[in-house]
């Protein structure tokens, strides 16, 4: 069959077949998934029949059909989505994420800690006889640091050391715990009469002259040295009587007792290390304890303003911490002596004596 040329409007001829021809290229189901087929492809129609303009328009449809398959291949666009999130998952290795991993258990775990440490206002309360509850304030936390680090270190050493130093290092926990207790009062109450603080001051003061006169009953003592550094340092713990500039006092008290420490470590320097941790751990406490008051007591021991009675606060404990065993009893005084004291003794007395009235008299220690 010989192809013909139709005439068109515009001049230009195109071979065509017959419609039976043109319904033939029409894809069916199975050839929808070529794409091959040239849009502009001719049509040839038999050369006995004429076709019109329609079925040359029908022609032009006809590609539009055979494009579909091309489309439904683009069609699964989520799998290209998925590629995309698994490469941003895929950034970090896994040697990263396991040590992203390992900072976060760290961190859980030192929160955990502080949280038993330190604890918030819902969790850090104690229960008292009477069944309240009592909140430890960040002052107290703080100074329970000490107490159970500093001082429960030179304790220990104290233990250590044996004899009489032990003797002395179980006052020194009995003075920062009774302390403590002041300090927690104080946390919990309105500042009360000049009387009622040097009541509930008392305990505190009675273990400084325990340590006072427990060194002087023991002069001919191998470790008066020691002795001598704690009686002569130990009234630091009178800070929370002292305005407005505890810190200070504190610090004179540190060098009062620093004659009698650098004895020490001037005699065990080469002998016994044990004796010189002692005097660094004393002298630590006290330099801890310095601190601590500049951060939460600078011009002087803070009272709640919006707190209870004193006298009411005082018999609770708010979770203090528990004293280790006490040490072995200290030995009897010595058998009064007929020889008369040293020279220096009535300086002595005279010292102490006044120390124990600017006791008595509170926050005037620092007026002269």
């Known amino acids: 069959t010989k ?23 029409i894809p069916t189901e199975e050839h929808k998934n070529s794409s091959e087929t040239t849009p502009k492809e001719k049509v040839k129609v038999d050369s006995s029949q ?21 489309k439904l291949e683009k069609v699964p666009v989520k799998e290209q989505e998925v590629q995309t999130t698994e490469t941003v998952f895929g950034i970090m290795s896994a040697s990263e ?37 009592e909140v430890v304030t960040p002052s107290v936390t703080a100074f329970d640091e000490i107490v159970n680090g500093s001082v429960g270190k030179f304790v220990d050493l104290s233990n250590k050391i044996q004899g009489d130093v032990q003797t002395v290092g179980a ?10 207790q002041y300090i927690y009062v104080a946390s919990r109450s309105k500042q009360p009469s000049e009387a009622v ?3 509930l001051f008392d305990p505190v003061k009675k273990v400084i002259e325990e ?3 427990f060194k002087d009953n023991n002069r001919p003592s191998k470790q008066f040295n020691h002795l001598s550094a704690i009686a002569e340092s130990l009234p630091a713990l009178c800070w929370v009587r002292v305005a407005p500039t505890p810190g200070p006092y504190v610090k004179d008290m540190q060098d009062a007792g620093m004659f009698y420490t650098n004895r020490v470590l001037k005699e065990y320097k080469d002998k016994d290390q044990t004796h010189v941790d002692w005097v660094k751990t004393w002298n630590d406490t006290l330099s801890k304890t310095i601190a601590y008051i500049k951060e939460f007591h600078t011009t002087g021991l803070s009272w709640n303003p919006q707190g209870g009675e004193a006298s009411a606060v005082s018999g609770s404990t708010g979770g203090a911490p528990v004293p280790p065993p006490p040490g072995p009893p200290p030995p009897p005084p010595p058998p009064a002596m007929n020889a008369p004291p040293p020279s220096s003794g009535p300086s002595e007395d005279d010292a102490r004596a006044a120390l124990m009235d600017a006791l008595n008299k509170g926050t005037d220690i620092t007026s002269g």
């Open 3 to 25: 192809a013909q040329d139709i005439p068109h409007k515009t001049g230009e001829t195109k071979e065509v077949t017959t419609s039976q021809d043109v319904r033939a290229t």
């Open 50 to 70: 004429e076709v019109g303009l329609e079925e040359v328009q029908l022609q032009k449809k006809v590609p539009s059909l055979q494009t579909i398959p091309e």
């Open 97 to 133: 994420l396991q040590s992203a991993v390992n900072r976060l258990e760290a961190v859980a775990s030192r929160l955990e800690t502080l949280a038993q440490k330190s604890p918030s206002a819902g969790s850090s309360k104690s229960s008292s006889g009477g069944g309240e509850s």
């Open 171 to 180: 006052m020194v926990q009995r003075g920062f715990n009774n302390l403590r």
């Open 197 to 199: 603080m040097e009541k």
């Open 211 to 213: 340590a006072m006169t």
